[in-house]
């Protein structure tokens, strides 16, 4: 039933920007967590940038003051707005929504998600 679709990666030189989309059905994006999380070859799954269901936002530390999370409900959607990239943010990146049950979930800013997109690939060139 519920289904989230990324679009909007791609490949870019360091310093450039991207704005990831997520559209949202099946689940209201203003009732729950909704956040995106990225996965490079090798590493962990990590939890990049939150916004509850109160619009309050989280971000990892590396990304600080260069991503910015939003939504907008009338749209049912989440994006992710990426300025000053580096090459160490290249990664799959996916859309989350927090989900009760199920096994395959990760907590990230209180918020326990369950729910994913297919990712969308992000790549950054020196």
């Known amino acids: 039933q519920v289904q989230l679709v990324e679009s909007g990666g791609g490949s870019v030189q360091a310093g450039g920007s991207l704005r990831l989309s997520c559209a949202a059905s099946?689940?209201?994006?203003?009732?729950?967590?909704m956040g995106w999380f990225r996965q490079a070859p090798g590493k962990e799954r990590e939890g990049v940038a939150v916004?509850?269901?109160?619009?309050?936002?989280t971000y990892a530390q590396s990304v600080k003051g260069r991503f910015t999370i939003s939504r907008d409900n009338a749209k049912n959607s989440l994006y992710l707005q990426m300025n000053s990239l580096k090459p160490e943010d290249t990664a799959m990146f996916y859309c989350?929504?927090?989900?009760?049950?199920?096994?395959?979930?990760?907590?990230?800013?209180?918020?326990?998600?369950?729910?994913w997109g297919q990712g969308t690939q992000v790549t950054v060139s020196s």
């Open positions: 099946g689940i209201t994006t203003s009732n729950y967590c």
């Open positions: 989350a929504a927090a989900k009760y049950g199920g096994s395959e979930v990760s907590w990230f800013a209180g918020c326990r998600f369950g729910y």
């Open positions: 916004i509850d269901r109160f619009g309050t936002t």
